[in-house]
């Protein structure tokens, strides 16, 4: 039989995407909820390089670092694949989980912890950055096509997280009258059964949000549980 545990931490993004990834595929697993402010022992024996979250264990190998498990777990249980099969096609779809883990996300990111005077220079490029993603979504449900694949799961912030606290902050960086395509991806994204089996309560997320408005960062401690880059980084 089969071992597989999920250590995590239920706001992070970043574990959202492995769990998204399991349920698709139907995979039993055990989550393991971590203190990241008190790390276990077993956390710290399984990704001793970084010392993160999220780390899937599969039959008493660990696997370190959300976009190198996705893979892990697609190439493992052949069963409603996440990335294509077409070389290409895969290629293409790295690509764009690359460009939103490592553009798209910290964009918005730097957003959400502008000060007054950085928030239009910062929401200029989170804009930028998701012009891109509305263009290559085109007319498509999902990134993929008609189901969900490796970029949706990845983008899982902005179709919920994100949408959330920006509605909490009263923010106006991703709005259905500015990315369209893009917000009616959100809508079928969190509405799937899979993904919405993985998504905390929105209150429960807004509370767990340190208090914030326009003027003053946020404080760092937030920042330190999610294990993101500081404000002004990407």
Not at 7 to 26: D, H, N, Q
Not at 37 to 52: A, G, H
Not at 96 to 115: E, G, M, R, Y
Request: glycine share 6%; proline share 8%; charged share 25%.
């Amino acid at each position: 039989m089969e071992e597989v545990k999920l250590f995590g931490y239920w706001v992070s993004p970043f574990c959202r995407s492995v769990e998204i990834a399991l349920k698709i595929k139907g995979i039993q697993y055990e989550y393991i909820e971590e203190d990241l402010t008190n790390k276990s022992p077993q956390l710290l024996q399984y990704n001793p390089v970084y010392k993160k979250i999220p780390v899937l264990l599969h039959n008493g190998k660990p696997i370190a670092e959300s976009m190198v498990i996705l893979e892990y777990i697609d190439e493992t249980w052949k069963n409603n694949p996440i990335l294509p099969k077409d070389p290409f096609e895969k290629a293409r779809a790295r690509f764009w989980a690359n460009f939103v883990d490592q553009k798209c996300f910290p964009a918005l990111w730097k957003t959400i912890w502008s000060t007054s005077e950085q928030y239009e220079q910062n929401k200029a490029e989170a804009l930028e950055r998701l012009k891109v993603l509305e263009n290559e979504l085109g007319g498509k449900r999902f990134f993929g096509g008609d189901s969900i694949g490796m970029v949706d799961i990845v983008a899982n912030f902005i179709g919920f997280s994100f949408r959330t606290i920006q509605e909490a902050l009263k923010l106006d960086v991703f709005t259905e009258d500015n990315f369209p395509k893009l917000w009616e991806w959100a809508e079928n994204f969190v509405n799937c059964s899979p993904v919405k089996k993985c998504l905390p309560p929105q209150d429960k997320l807004i509370a767990n949000f340190p208090p914030a408005y326009m003027g003053k960062t946020l404080v760092s401690s937030f920042q330190s549980r999610l294990q993101l880059p500081p404000p002004g980084g990407c």
